[in-house]
């Protein structure tokens, strides 16, 4: 990835790092729990699919030519 210095400092830009987005699992998780069991979250919204894991190569290369944002891999049934 390349990032213009001019922008960083002439803009004042910052780069931070994080870690799935900064969530603290203890405060966070409990809360968007709370918010999809009240339906005011629609997770399912969010996932294009499901495949098996054996399927992980496929669900990767769908990604990769954005044809898929979020898969949930499952066991071989």
Do not use: C
Request: glycine share 8%.
């Amino acid at each position: 990835m390349q990032i213009p210095a001019y922008e960083l400092f002439h803009d004042d830009k910052r780069l931070t790092g994080s870690f799935y987005g900064g969530i603290s699992m203890h405060r966070d998780l409990p809360a968007l729990v709370g918010l999809w069991r009240a339906g005011r979250l629609p997770v399912e919204r969010l996932i294009d699919g499901t495949a098996e894991l054996a399927a992980i190569n496929e669900v990767v290369e769908a990604q990769q030519a954005s044809h898929v944002v979020r898969a949930i891999l499952t066991p071989a049934s």
